[in-house]
C-alpha cells in the first residue's frame, strides 16, 4: 500500500518525478495535435517542462527551457508557431541547436556548443498516442508498453475525431485521479443518474482483468436500463461501427494515463498531470467513434457527441467532489485504506509504485 504521506508531502511529489515520471515514458498528446509542420504541445511538470514540436513532419522532444537565459520557449499548452524563444529570439532547429543568434552577442563556443542547445528528449508514438521519455538511455516505447502498445494501437485505429479538450484543476494528488478510475465500485454510488442509470454501468463486479507492468484494464459490465431501446434507436447509425462491446472498457497506462471506450461509442482520454502534492490538472480529450457517416447520420451523431461530453463532463465533477474530500480525509488519517476485491488494479497501480519508487 501506498504510504499516505505520499498523497500530502511535497518532498515526496519531488521524489516521484525521477523515480516515476522523468523515467520510462510519459504521455504528452494524441497525434493529431501534432500533425502539422510546426504544431507544439508542451507539458509542466514540477522540475521539469517538455515540448514536443512538428518540424516538417518529423516530432521532436525537448526541455521547454531556452538554454540562454532560461525562458520558456513555447508558453502555451498547444499551438502552432517556430520553437523561438520570445526574449531574445533565438530560434532552434529540429536538433535543439540556436540556428540564429541575433545580432550584438558573441558566445564563448559558438552555436554548436551544447550548453547553447535545448535539452534533448525521446519522442516516440504508439497508434496516436505521444510519448515523451526523458531518460538517457530508455527502453523502447512497446517495450515499456508491453502487451497494452497493442491496446493502444486497436484503440487508436477505432477512435474518431476529438469532440472537446481541456483542464479540470482538482484540489487533490494526482494518485488519487488514478485509483479512482482504477474502479467502478464507487460509481452506483458517486454516479447513480449518470454511469447507472445513463449507461447502465456500476452495478456489476469489474470483469477481464489484465495487468502488466504497472499498466492494467478491465471492463465495467453493463446491466439492461429502461433507456436501452430508446438509446437503441439514438445509435443505430453506428451500427456498423469497427470497435463494439457491451461494458466500459478502461485502460491504465502506468503512471498517470487513461483511456476509456463507452460501448465504442465514445472515448476518453484523461491524463492526471501533478501540480503539487494537493493539486492536479485533469486532461481531458473526448471523441468520437470513427465511423463514415452521411450528413443527416452525422447530425444525429454530433448531438451524442455533445451529450457524451457532457455526461463525461458530470461524471468528472461527480469524482472531483469525491476525490477533494478524500485529501482531506487522508490529511485526517492515521492508518492506511483497506482494499476489497473490486479494487485490485489499485492494489496492481501500487506495486508498480512502490516498485519505481524503490527502484
Ligand atoms: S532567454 Fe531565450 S533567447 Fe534569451
Ligand atoms: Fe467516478
Known amino acids: 500500500m501506498i504510504p499516505i504521506s505520499n498523497y500530502l508531502d511535497p518532498a515526496c511529489l519531488l521524489k ?11 504521455f504528452v498528446s494524441m497525434t493529431d495535435e501534432l500533425a502539422n509542420d510546426q504544431d507544439f504541445v508542451t507539458l509542466d511538470l514540477p522540475g521539469t517542462a517538455v ?65 547553447l542547445c535545448l535539452q534533448r528528449f525521446h519522442v516516440e508514438i504508439c497508434g496516436r498516442f505521444v510519448f515523451v521519455s526523458m531518460e538517457e538511455s530508455p527502453p523502447s516505447l512497446t517495450e515499456f508498453l508491453g502487451e497494452f502498445a497493442l491496446v493502444l494501437d486497436q484503440l487508436s485505429r477505432v477512435i474518431g475525431p476529438l469532440t472537446n479538450q481541456g483542464t479540470i484543476a482538482h484540489a487533490c494528488n494526482w494518485k488519487l485521479l488514478v485509483e479512482n478510475v482504477l474502479e467502478c465500485y464507487h460509481c452506483g454510488f458517486v454516479h447513480p443518474e449518470t454511469f447507472v442509470k445513463g449507461l447502465g ?72 498531470v501533478p501540480i503539487s502534492a494537493g493539486e492536479t490538472n485533469l486532461r481531458t480529450r473526448f471523441f468520437a467513434p470513427k465511423i463514415d457517416l452521411d450528413d443527416r447520420a452525422q ?38 485504506p483497506v482494499l476489497g476485491a473490486d479494487e ?16
Open 299 to 336: 447530425a444525429r451523431q454530433d448531438l451524442i457527441n455533445r451529450q457524451a461530453v457532457t455526461l463525461g463532463k458530470q461524471v468528472i465533477g461527480e469524482d472531483k467532489t469525491i476525490l477533494e474530500n478524500v485529501q482531506r480525509g487522508m490529511g485526517a488519517a492515521n492508518r492506511l
Open 201 to 272: 454501468i456500476g452495478k456489476k463486479a469489474i470483469a477481464d482483468v489484465r495487468i502488466a507492468l504497472g499498466h492494467s484494464s478491465s471492463h465495467f459490465p453493463k446491466s439492461p436500463t429502461a433507456r436501452d431501446a430508446l438509446k437503441a434507436r439514438a445509435v443505430a447509425h453506428l451500427i456498423d461501427r469497427e470497435y463494439v462491446h457491451e461494458s466500459f472498457f478502461h485502460v491504465h497506462i502506468f503512471p498517470n494515463l487513461f483511456i476509456s471506450s463507452s460501448e465504442g461509442a465514445a472515448f476518453y482520454v484523461g491524463h492526471a
Open 51 to 115: 515540448v514536443v514540436q512538428n518540424f516538417a513532419g518529423a516530432l521532436r522532444a525537448f526541455r521547454n527551457v531556452c538554454p540562454h537565459r532560461l525562458n520558456l520557449v513555447q508558453t502555451e499548452e498547444r499551438g502552432n508557431r517556430p520553437l523561438i524563444c520570445r526574449y531574445h529570439g533565438w530560434a532552434f532547429d529540429s536538433g535543439g541547436r540556436p540556428k540564429t543568434l541575433p545580432p550584438r552577442q558573441e558566445f564563448p563556443s559558438g552555436g554548436d556548443d551544447e550548453r
Open 16 to 26: 516521484e518525478m525521477p523515480s516515476l515520471f522523468q523515467k520510462g515514458w510519459q
Open 344 to 359: 485490485i488494479r489499485i492494489k496492481a497501480f501500487a506495486s508498480a509504485y512502490e516498485a519505481a519508487m524503490n527502484g
